[in-house]
């Protein structure tokens, strides 16, 4: 066979899904593991429902997970004159033919099936007809002389071999009465014309492989190898659907998700190399491979995704990973002033410590972002009388310091224990909450030096006057 070359066909109908994603990677590292080409293909032939807003985040999408395609999109609903053709040509040497049946025919047999509670097949009324007795007010639409006879046997390189009685599946409609062609028909084609090797999607697609060999078969075109993924479920165990939270990567993007980090997620989700969990990019296309695809479906676990990112988090160099939060606040929060990119830069040793996203980043950051305190209601209630002595107590004495660090700050802190005759939490939560408005976040020396005397001072001056 000649060189490896795979495709990833979406149809910009909605926004790219993630279980999309994961089938454009594996179809992406496979190819890239075998040095070939890989291909996107738009199939844009359903008019009504396509829009270039989908296109363009599809696209977007693909990019920012790091999946790069060889060529230019390849759009599906240019090629259409060459699918009617092949149709025509399929009609000619007798393995399609023209059906007159009206709509309420077809809605009567749907019925009927549906009351003998059985998958509706259209009866192939016309299959055998002369076309001498065709109505004069119907359009015919085309439909596929599917085989009657035998068994058809799918060597999947997932499943392992997949059998099917010809007789279940049905003569599909290849071309509509309105001469567009149908899925099938330019699915087949096109994957034929751009010269794919492997056709590699979600197992959804099983009996949609057996209409189109039948088309590669009819057509005497070499077929392709095919590979059908398990699809992705919710924690319920429910087909994950673009309805889902969650389901397209901006929902990822907007939490703080990084990039690397999902793109590892989804690697490993219903795929494994003996017991390793972290890959690079080069390790995932060096690695990967079709036989390491499990046959059942896969839960997405939203923990596990942000467990992996906590990983990248704390692995990424510190510049790298200030960059990147800039961005995601730039993008999703409030654009950070220059003069604080300093102080968050200094501290994100310990403002990343825990986080699991940019955005857990983000929170533990506002107290440095706002220069406005933002109080929690309930927090602020822990603020009483000894607490405000305090908060008093300390302000007094960080006022006579010229400069603060840990050093200084410890015995301060010890002598306020003591004279409150309280613990350390009994002295820095009522500071913490004074400087941040939360009791939660970084801790308090980390609060404390980050912020500098003149902000603690401006801040703390607000509880104590």
């Not at 639409?141 to 060597?155: A, D, P």
């Not at 209601?377 to 607490?387: P, R, S, T, V």
């Amino acid at each position: 066979m000649s060189k490896v070359a795979t495709r990833f066909a979406p149809s910009p109908t909605g926004p790219l899904h993630i279980g999309g994603v994961r089938t454009a990677l594996f179809n992406w590292l496979f190819t890239k593991s075998q040095g070939g080409d890989f291909y996107l293909r738009i199939e844009d032939t359903d008019k009504e429902r396509s829009k270039d807003e989908y296109k363009d985040q599809i696209i977007k999408s693909l990019k920012w997970i790091g999946i790069e395609y060889d060529g230019d999109e390849y759009i599906q609903s240019k090629k259409i004159d060459n699918h009617i053709k092949v149709a025509n040509e399929l009609l000619k040497n007798g393995y399609a033919y023209k059906c007159y049946c009206s709509n309420d025919e077809i809605e009567e047999q749907k019925k009927r099936a549906k009351q003998k509670k059985i998958p509706y097949i259209y009866n192939r009324k016309w299959r055998d007809k002369e076309e001498s007795a065709a109505p004069k007010n119907i359009e015919p639409v085309i439909r596929f002389k599917s085989k009657i006879e035998g068994s058809t046997i799918l060597k999947d390189l997932v499943q392992g071999d997949v059998q099917i009685e010809n007789n279940t599946i049905e003569d599909f409609i290849i071309l509509r009465n309105d001469g567009s062609p149908t899925y099938n028909l330019s699915a087949a084609i096109d994957d034929q014309q751009m010269k794919v090797t492997h056709i590699i999607r979600g197992d959804d697609h099983k009996i949609n492989t057996f209409k189109q060999m039948q088309i590669y078969l009819a057509m005497k075109w070499e077929l392709p190898y095919f590979a059908h993924i398990p699809l992705i479920h919710t924690t319920e165990g429910k087909k994950l659907s673009k309805r889902d939270k969650a389901s397209t990567l901006d929902d990822y993007s907007k939490i703080g998700i990084m990039p690397e980090a999902l793109r590892n997620y989804l690697l490993r989700l219903g795929w494994s190399f003996k017991d390793k969990e972290i890959f690079t990019l080069d390790e995932s296309i060096k690695h990967f491979n079709l036989e390491g695809i499990g046959k059942s479906p896969s839960k997405l676990d939203i923990s596990r995704i942000l467990s992996m990112n906590e990983h990248y988090i704390k692995n990424i160099s510190e510049n790298d990973l200030f960059d990147r939060f800039n961005n995601y606040c730039k993008n999703y929060k409030e654009k950070i002033e220059t003069n604080k990119e300093d102080k968050i830069k200094k501290s994100l040793s310990f403002l990343k410590n825990k986080a699991k996203s940019l955005e857990d980043i983000y929170n533990n950051s506002k107290y440095i972002i706002f220069d406005e305190v933002s109080f929690d209601e309930n927090d602020l209630k822990l603020i009483d009388n000894k607490a405000k002595t305090i908060i008093k107590d300390f302000y007094d004495e960080i006022s006579k310091q010229e400069e603060i660090n840990k050093n200084i700050l410890e015995p301060i802190i010890n002598s306020l224990i003591k004279k409150h005759e309280t613990n350390f939490k009994g002295v820095g939560q009522p500071l913490r909450i004074a400087l941040t408005g939360s009791k939660f976040g970084p801790g308090i020396y980390d609060i404390i030096i980050s912020l500098g005397k003149l902000d603690i001072e401006k801040r703390l001056s607000k509880i104590v006057k």
